[in-house]
Each structure stands twice: as structure tokens, then as C-alpha cells.
T-cell receptor, first 112, second 116 residues
Framework: LAKTTQPISMDSYEGQEVNITCSHN???????ITWYQQFPSQGPRFIIQ???TKVTNEVASLFIPADRKSSTLSLPRVSLSDTAVYYC?????????????FGKGTRLSVIA | DVKVTQSSRYLVKRTGEKVFLECVQD?????MFWYRQDPGLGLRLIYF???????EKGDIPEGYSVSREKKERFSLILESASTNQTSMYLC???????????????FGPGTRLTVT
């Protein structure tokens, strides 16, 4: 079971770029890396998913080094509305022997 | 837009009661999930289902059961509610056939259950 480790919390000022790193040392060959965002009193929302190198969409970028033992979610120019909990997930198949593990996430606080 | 709805936003039940939490999705998704979320513990998977009448245990299935009689509906059952089951319960669904890579999960708004 691929376990992930993230910082518990981070603070940032508005307009800054925020990078949240996730460690997944025992990631398997078939595992993908997925990030979710959760606002208070809401369910998590998918942000981005990748397998290797770099993935970018309108919301964020995901950087994955060659050994895939970690990944970095990059949020460009954050605003107050980006204050949320961010979860890193690693897994491949559903069903299978790899249940989805959200973990505790990283609580990002954006300050004006 | 994908919509996942849960039967109640807030629910208060007594210890020992049988509790049903209902989840419905409107996107013909194969996979459905039940999580609970507690402060400091993140989201933990209770059960998931990849097809009608199929179910798989997640990390914390004890004290819970599930039912999936129709593709769009996934029910979580607390056979005899206890105070340690007071929590936020989140349902999710995703497309994808059995054995295929994880697809994007869509979550419902959650049900905050209090057992007294």
C-alpha cells in the first residue's frame, strides 16, 4: 500500500506561488498521483493527476521527478479562495489491492 | 455537471439505532465510495463498490455495511449506531471499469451524523 506523507500545514501570502510536496517512497509502477482540494463543509474536489514529469492544467501544475518517490503540487499566484486542505493520493486500480488513501492532507492558509 | 447527492446534510441518531445513509449519482458511474472524515484523521475509506451488488472493504469497515442494488445508488448502513461513529460521511463516485486506473472522483456534500 503506497502511503503518502505531506506537511500538516502551510501559510502563504496572496499572490505568491505555493508548492506542496508529497512523499510516496513505495509508489508502485502502475500507481498514478492525484491531488484533491477540500474547502470547509464540502467534499474534496479533483485538481490534477499525473504519472511522471510535469502536468499542467488551468488550476495547478504537478511535478514528478524521475524516481517518482515524491511529487509537488504548484499553485501559481494564490488568492484567499485557495485556502483549503490539499490531499495527495497514490494508487492504480479500483478495485484491487490498493485501497484509496487520502491521508490527513496539507492545510494551506492564504493570508492577505 | 456530475451530481452526487446525499440524503441528509445533518442527522442525529440515538445509540443502538439502525442508520441508513443514502447516496445517489447521476452520471452512470461504475465506482462508488463511502468515506468518513474526522478532525486530525483526514478521509478514511469505509467501503467501495465497482459494480451493482459488488462491494469491497476499505480501511475501516467495522461497524458498517453497504448495499448497492442499483448502479446509481450506494447505501451505507450502521447496524447499531455508536457514539464513536459520530462523524462526517462523504460519498463519492467515479467512472472506470474494474481494473482500470483511478479516474476523477466526484464527492457529495457530506452528511454530518451525530450519535447520542
Amino acid at each position: 500500500l503506497a502511503k503518502t506523507t505531506q506537511p500538516i500545514s502551510m501559510d502563504s501570502y496572496e499572490g505568491q506561488e505555493v508548492n506542496i510536496t508529497c512523499s510516496h517512497n513505495n509508489i508502485a509502477t502502475n500507481d498514478y498521483i492525484t491531488w484533491y482540494q477540500q474547502f470547509p463543509s464540502q467534499g474534496p474536489r479533483f485538481i490534477i493527476q499525473g504519472y511522471k514529469t510535469k502536468v499542467t492544467n488551468e488550476v495547478a501544475s504537478l511535478f514528478i521527478p524521475a524516481d517518482r518517490k515524491s511529487s509537488t503540487l504548484s499553485l501559481p499566484r494564490v488568492s484567499l479562495s485557495d485556502t483549503a486542505v490539499y490531499y495527495c493520493l497514490v494508487g492504480d486500480k479500483v478495485p484491487g489491492n490498493t485501497p484509496l488513501v487520502f491521508g490527513k492532507g496539507t492545510r494551506l492558509s492564504v493570508i492577505a | 455537471d456530475v451530481k452526487v447527492t446525499q440524503s441528509s446534510r445533518y442527522l442525529v441518531k440515538r445509540t443502538g439505532e439502525k442508520v441508513f445513509l443514502e447516496c445517489v449519482q447521476d452520471m452512470d458511474h461504475e465506482n462508488m465510495f463511502w468515506y468518513r472524515q474526522d478532525p486530525g484523521l483526514g478521509l478514511r475509506l469505509i467501503y467501495f463498490s465497482y459494480d451493482v451488488k459488488m462491494k469491497e472493504k476499505g480501511d475501516i469497515p467495522e461497524g458498517y455495511s453497504v448495499s448497492r442494488e442499483k448502479k446509481e445508488r450506494f447505501s451505507l448502513i450502521l447496524e447499531s449506531a455508536s457514539t464513536n461513529q459520530t462523524s462526517m460521511y462523504l460519498c463519492a463516485s467515479s467512472t472506470g471499469l474494474a481494473g482500470v486506473i483511478i479516474y476523477e472522483q466526484y464527492f457529495g456534500p457530506g452528511t454530518r451524523l451525530t450519535v447520542t
